[in-house]
Antibody, heavy 128, light 107 residues
Framework: QVQLQESDPGLVKPSQTLSLTCTVS??????????WSWIRQPAGKGLEWIGRFSPSGGTNYNPSLRSRVTISVDTSKNQFSLRLSSVTAADTAVYYCARESVGFFVDGSGNYDFFDFWGQGTLVTVSS | DIQMTQSPSSLSASVGDRVTISCRAS??????LNWYQQKPGKAPKLLIYATSRLQSGVPSRFSGSASGTDFTLTISSLQPEDFATYYCQQSYSPRVTFGGGAKVEIK
C-alpha cells in the first residue's frame, strides 16, 4: 500500500519561501504510470492543484502560481518537494501531496488520470 | 482553464435518501471526470474515476454518469458515513481543476 507523508513547516513569514517535502513509501517515485502532485485547500474552501512532477516528462504548474512554484524530486530518498516563494496570507492552507495514476484502459475504452493516494495534509500558516 | 461548476453547493438529506450531485464542465472533457469524498480534517478519497468507474473498495451505492459536459454523482441510499463534502475533478487538461464542492448534511 502506497503511503505519502508531508513534512510540517508550520509557520512561514510573509515574503518568505514555503518549503514542503513529501516522502513516499510502499512504491517507487520513479515507477511508470504515476505522477506526483501538490494540492492545497484553504480553510473552509475547495481544492486547488498546484503542480506535478512526472518521472518521464518533468513538471507542470498551475498558471496562477507558476511564477512562484518549484517542484523537485530526490529519487534517492523517494521524496518530492514543493517550494513556493514570496508567500502571503493567501497561501495559508492545508497542503496535500498526492499520487496521480495515469494510463490506458486495457479494454481500449480510453485513458484514466486520477488522484488515488493522498498524504494526510499539513497546515501551513503564513503570518508574521 | 477548464471551469468545473458543482450544484448544489450544499444539501440536507436523510439516511436512506437517494442523492444526486451535479458537475458541469466549461468545455468538453470527454470522460476525464473523477469524484472524491472528503470528511472534515481528512484528505479527499477517490470514489469514481473516468466518469463511472467505481474505485476498488467503494460501496456500490455510489455511481457516476454523464451527458455531454454534465456529470452526476448518485448515492442510491444515503448512509450515515456518507455525510461529507464531494468534489468533482477534471483531468482532461494537464491543468487539473476541481469543482467547488457539495456538502451533504444530515436533515
Amino acid at each position: 500500500q502506497v503511503q505519502l507523508q508531508e513534512s510540517d513547516p508550520g509557520l512561514v513569514k510573509p515574503s518568505q519561501t514555503l518549503s514542503l517535502t513529501c516522502t513516499v513509501s510502499g512504491g517507487s517515485i520513479n515507477s511508470n504510470g504515476y505522477f506526483w502532485s501538490w494540492i492545497r485547500q484553504p480553510a473552509g474552501k475547495g481544492l486547488e492543484w498546484i503542480g506535478r512532477f512526472s518521472p518521464s516528462g518533468g513538471t507542470n504548474y498551475n498558471p496562477s502560481l507558476r511564477s512562484r512554484v518549484t517542484i523537485s524530486v530526490d529519487t534517492s530518498k523517494n521524496q518530492f518537494s514543493l517550494r513556493l516563494s514570496s508567500v502571503t496570507a493567501a497561501d495559508t492552507a492545508v497542503y496535500y501531496c498526492a499520487r496521480e495514476s495515469v494510463g490506458f484502459f486495457v479494454d481500449g475504452s480510453g485513458n484514466y488520470d486520477f488522484f488515488d493516494f493522498w498524504g494526510q495534509g499539513t497546515l501551513v500558516t503564513v503570518s508574521s | 482553464d477548464i471551469q468545473m461548476t458543482q450544484s448544489p453547493s450544499s444539501l440536507s438529506a436523510s439516511v436512506g435518501d437517494r442523492v444526486t450531485i451535479s458537475c458541469r464542465a466549461s468545455q468538453s472533457i470527454s470522460s476525464y471526470l473523477n469524484w472524491y469524498q472528503q470528511k472534515p480534517g481528512k484528505a479527499p478519497k477517490l470514489l469514481i474515476y473516468a466518469t463511472s468507474r467505481l474505485q476498488s473498495g467503494v460501496p456500490s451505492r455510489f455511481s457516476g454518469s454523464a451527458s455531454g459536459t454534465d456529470f452526476t454523482l448518485t448515492i442510491s441510499s444515503l448512509q450515515p458515513e456518507d455525510f461529507a463534502t464531494y468534489y468533482c475533478q477534471q483531468s482532461y487538461s494537464p491543468r487539473v481543476t476541481f469543482g467547488g464542492g457539495a456538502k451533504v448534511e444530515i436533515k
